[in-house]
């Protein structure tokens, strides 16, 4: 009978008929809290009382947290050597690009740090690069997940140009990034004694494990025309190649550090530590800078006083805006829920147009 | 243009007209696919998200995997194309019903049962009592002798009420038998929609008559989706078919009403386009130059010395696909979702079920819940709408002699009963009138007793009060009138009806006195329609106060009238009238011409006076309705009097001492435009003082003044909270709706009748009460509601709790759309300007939809006040009107917003660099903790 939507809702109010009051209650609606809006809510009301409290806790539990932080940053003892500079012989200085591209010259560079405070074992090596883009697009994409995890996918480049073939096949790992391997490598000494770098679980677990194959070995890697970085040992499968993973792992700043290696054995302090710098890697076409950098840790990581600051800081301005709301509620106090200071009682208009 | 309908002819019309199959389909399965997508894609936003996808296709630019933004689009796409599939599939279900339906039709001179659809312009239907029509039909034949039927328009026109219809005279006697052989043209009008008129004409072949054309109007039909009652068959020519009929005509999907907030969430993302346009642009510029200065000495990237032509367009492209989530993408879905839980939550709400007929409210229209919250002005219907519209006879003036004065009810004053008793000439002539100057239907259940089926409900209490005053309307049959009097049978022969219409704003009959052969007119009418044609010499004065008088106590007043006519005189007219019934164009108006003619010297016998209580809770709804800054203007085709009566009663306007009324009236141009200016003046002097002033226009005055002074009318429009306009037709109601949106502010427009739905449609809000009127303005209406004090929960709470919700969540689409584009643009500037995405594509499209669209749904649920705080302060409204999310110079809010944004994101930029700088030497994570491709 019905020949549309609105005839029917028509028929069910126009209510004439006998068979239309039917329909209406069934049109009635279900009660329910839901329907009726009336679900259970909670509604804090600001009362000084509730918002001074709140913020002094805040300041209490905050100011003792960050000053918590603080020291245990502090505790860190860390020597950050910047060497790129030093590392070039003198009469090159003024074209250290023709320094670093020159295969024949020797890039041996010999430092020596000072140990200011004892540090506990372990002592992680970083190498800190500057004004490096490993998160520039070109560079971050040009990779292949699927070829460093299985032997099988090989062939699936597509992404990794211009580093993605040479003409004896594919190229693994192919991509920029595993190109410009990082390839400065340090020795560590102290008084003319070797020191041990352990360069052993310096990548993720799950790098080892999932992400880098153990039966997918370099192929191809570093022949071409252009070198970038570091050679890779083909003979070692990918899941062993510690560095390259670490380097693999992109940085999402272009100021990072990446782990080195780690020394297993107690730094006394004012000891003198000389370490022999292979100077390879080529930052100095874009003036980026390398530093050496030795930190032990603490329960809060590395060195990093911003956590200890900002909880300082957060902490602080709630105890002073504590004390603020306690002088304004003391020296001018004001009846809560005044209907009078609702702003259409004030302007006696009464319109606010 | 006309159409000719050769009845029971099966081959002429098959061709040149459609069959009656119906179809309110919009798509069929071959089509659905494209049609729904160009629709789709017909937005600008979605065409914005393509364009955005396919760029994503491109491997060389996309920052992120292409389905972060196919996924997102193709599930809104999805969702929406569902719905319309689902929508169209009921249509379909409901056709095809309707289609399929049997019904007997005329073939080949045999009654057969067909299917609907089968129905051809031209045949003949028969109906049975209760069936309902299937399509429009002209009477030829009913199971009446004296060929009357009767039809419930409900699905029509919402009016619950039975109509009598008429075979045409030119079939009046013709053989149950011969009907099927009846052959004959009828000459109609194209189809259109109007429900009210069908001006044909028709002539039957022999050898049934003469070839005399005979008048048709909208008498002489059912119309589709009507149903037969209380007759026991009729049969008639199917002159529109299928989508063609009146019906199918007056169908037609209404223009979606945008909201206020939906037109600033449209502009606010045309800016937050064009902002993106320029960082896109800045980028892309700092992108090349980077490149071209810094990237080249990177020797890691390995940039090629010469790259493609579109190598300069390559970084701004990426930057747009960056950026492009700047725009929420899910905006309008999770608002169009909301948006259908604030309209459920209406048709739930307990408390605004009209408890006496057990509707509850509901809305229609799902989309413009939160253009309640801002609600300006509210245009409402006096009658019905303020009123209960429930009419009972209280008083009346017979020739200068009140009754009911003292007591308040004149059917219990002894005055008039001992006149009713003592048969007193001026009493009878006075009842007779009011029992059958009218289009009232008696019916005579089994037991005896008679009920009335009248379309107006002032008629309904005039036959029902002369019936109480023992002048009862006992029976129509056809043309024949029985009154019983005092224990006599009166029989009177009606001979035309002269309709009521809102511009003649009088009807009257013409009958014949079958004792004496009399033929006499009688009328009713409103006093400026009948007072000034009294005969010359007679005393109207005590009339006229009798009318000033009941209009003071806020009684609807009716003036009675009669004439003797002679009877040369009466055929003369007659004819006159039977052409003007019979022109095809502006037949209304040349009706209205002809009857002119014969109403005038009228006897005026008296007045009567109706009351019409107000609704429960009207002062105290309209009371913090103003309070809450909403004006009111009253529209309404009453007196003026009675207007400012009943405007008075429900806190209105304010007595005089704090309220003052301003006038403005007037016949010619000049006196409105001096009432005019006086009382702009007035109002501007006393617009700083805290005084109710309220102007009262009427229908004539505001004519002239929309049409000549319009400037001033529109400035006093916006000075004045208040404002009384009566005697106005439907059009001027929509007129001043259409004024008040023209400056600006919303509107809501309230009525129970079908003469509001004009102005309901007009007005940003259009509400309808369903009440008495029949449900035509509820129908029209965007919400339906049963009284008029539930306007006010549908205001104060409903309207403001959506407006504050969506406010809310459409302010965090963009909030949250734009934190994570600006972390993006500032990672740009340490990543190179190269347009690496800081967040993986899964990331990306998690914290679109799952983090950030879905949990915020719940806030539909928030309430920042509660009900009856919202009630007992409704100047909180005051907000919402002015906008918490509008605010006046729009572009600077947004860079206000922008910044706001910006130094977030910057905040949680700079956290996460000097966090997460120094994390990189943590032993629990040896590398940067942000990996950027994680897998």
Redo the contacts between chains.
Sequence with gaps: ???????????A?????SKSSSK??S?????SRF???E?P?CKPILTPGLVIATFTIIGIIFIPLGLVSLSASEKVVEIVDRYDESCVPSDYSNDKLKFIQNPSINKSCVRTLTVPKLMKSPV?I?YQLDN??Q??????KS?S?KQLRSVSDEKSTKDCS??DKTVDGPIVPCG?VA??LFNDTYGFSVNSKTIEVNKHD???KSDKEH?FGSNVYPKNFQSGG?I??AKLNSSVPLSKQEDLM?WM???????????YGKIEQDLQANEKIQVVIQNNY?TY???GKKKL?L?T?SWI???????GIAYIIVGGLCLFLAVCFILLYVIKPRPLGD?SY???NRS?????? | MKRYVYINDNESSHELYCDNRISNRKYTVLNFLPKNLWEQFSRFMNQYFLLIACLQLWSLITPVNPASTWGPLIFIFAVSASKEAWDDYNRYLSDKKANEKLVWVVRQGIRKHIQAQDIHVGNIVWLRENDEVPCDLVLIGTSDPQGLCYVETAALDGETDLKTRVIPSACMGIDFELLHKIKGVIECPNPDKDITRFDANLRLFPPFIDNDVCPLTIKNTILQSCYLRNTEWACGVAVYTGNETKLGMSRGIPEPKLTAMDAMIDKLTGAIFVFQIVVVMVLGIAGNVWKDTEARKQWYVQYPIEGPWYELLVIPLRFELLCSIMIPISIKVSLDLVKSLYAKFIDWDAEMIDYETGIPSHATNTAISEDLGQVEYIMTDKTGTLTENRMIFRRCCISGVFYGNESGDALKDTKLLNAVAGSSPDVVQFLTVMAICNTVVPIKSKTGAISYKAQSQDEDALVNAAAQLHMVYANKNANILEIRFNGSVIKYEVLEILEFTSDRKRMSVVVKDCQNGKIVLLSKGADEAILPFAYVGQQTRTFIEAVEQYAQLGLRTLCLACRELREDEYQEWSLLFKEASSTLVDREWRIAEVCQRLEHDFEVLGVTAIEDRLQDGVPETIETLRKAGINFWMLTGDKQNTAIQIALSCNFISPEPKGQLLLIDGKTEDEVCRSLERVLLTMRITSSEPKDVAFVVDGWALEIALKHYRKAFTELAILSRTAICCRVTPSQKAQLVELLKSCDYRTLAIGDGGNDVRMIQQADIGVGISGREGLQAARAADYSIGKFRFLKRLILVHGRYSYNRTAFLSQYSFYKSLVICFIQIFFSFISGVSGTSLFNSVSLMAYNVFYTSIPVLVSVLDKDLSEGTVMQHPQILFYCQAGRFTVSPPFLAFFLLLYNRASESEYICWMVWSIFVPCNCCVCDHHTCLCLREK
């Design positions: 009978m019905d020949t549309n939507g609105a005839t029917t809702s028509s028929a109010g126009g209510g004439s008929t209406k209650h049109r009635k609606p279900v009660y329907t009726q809006q679900l809510a992680f970083y490096y883009y998160n520039h697009r070109r560079y971050v990779r997940d211009p580093e920029l190109w410009s310096i990548a993720w992400k252009l970038g970085g670490v792992r992109t940085a999402a700043l272009p100021t990072f550090r990446k782990l080529n076409s874009f003036s950098v930190s840790t990581g590395g060195k990093n006083d911003f956590l209907p609702l702003s259409w006696p208009a009464g319109h606010p147009n």
